[in-house]
């Protein structure tokens, strides 16, 4: 199944040396944390790690993958 993962903020830095976006192939069923996994990111090991978004609408880091989703991932903002 083909997904398309965007990094935002710092994040394409940290992670993909400046590219903010992939389309990667992930089996059915995988979870957004298991597709992150497959890309060297993994949530529980970044100190500042924020949520992630499927078509734009905020969900669980398990949530369960369909063909063609797009993952957002974003880092905690401060705010004040």
Known sequence: MRIKIILKSYYPKK???GESER??????GATCDEALKSQGIDHREIPRF???AIDSKRVLIDYVLHEGDEIK???RMNGG
């Open 23 to 28: 389309w990667v192939d992930v089996p059915e």
């Open 50 to 52: 924020g949520f992630v």
């Open 73 to 75: 991932v974003y880092p």
């Open 15 to 17: 992670f993909w040396d």
